[in-house]
């Protein structure tokens, strides 16, 4: 069993960065790859970023390279997402999902445990 809690959303202006922490509970977290996703309203959930257990390989949704970056700290059980020229259309709640998965962790349904998601807004 992992248990996931996201922090570091909030209000930003367009251009501006934020750094969210997805932290994790669970003595096999060193072992499962992490995703991003976010949800705006009206919208489906959308993959952003993922890492795989080790941190030697990540994937990225094609809006997002070059912007967001994906990481983590096993040590202290935390994957990061780091998110620079933001843009109001990233404005969405953000959740992190873990997977036993090494591979193919691109898909929401390739998720097992979800966190309770956090809020980011950029404005225009």
């Known amino acids: 069993q992992v248990q996931l809690v996201e922090s570091g959303g909030g209000l930003v202006q367009a251009g501006g960065s934020l750094r969210l922490s997805c932290a994790a509970s669970?003595?096999?977290?060193?072992?499962?790859?992490v995703g991003w996703f976010r949800q705006a309203p009206g919208k489906e959930r959308e993959f952003v970023a993922a890492i795989n257990w080790s941190g030697g390989t990540t994937y990225y949704a094609d809006s997002m390279k070059g912007r967001f970056t994906i990481s983590r700290d096993n040590a202290k059980t935390t994957v990061y997402l780091q998110m620079n020229s933001l843009k109001p259309e990233d404005t969405a709640v953000y959740y992190c999902a873990a997977t036993p998965r090494a591979y193919t962790i691109t898909r929401s349904s390739d998720y097992d445990y979800w966190g309770q998601g956090t809020q980011v807004t950029v404005s225009s």
């Open positions: 669970g003595r096999t977290f060193r072992s499962y790859s």
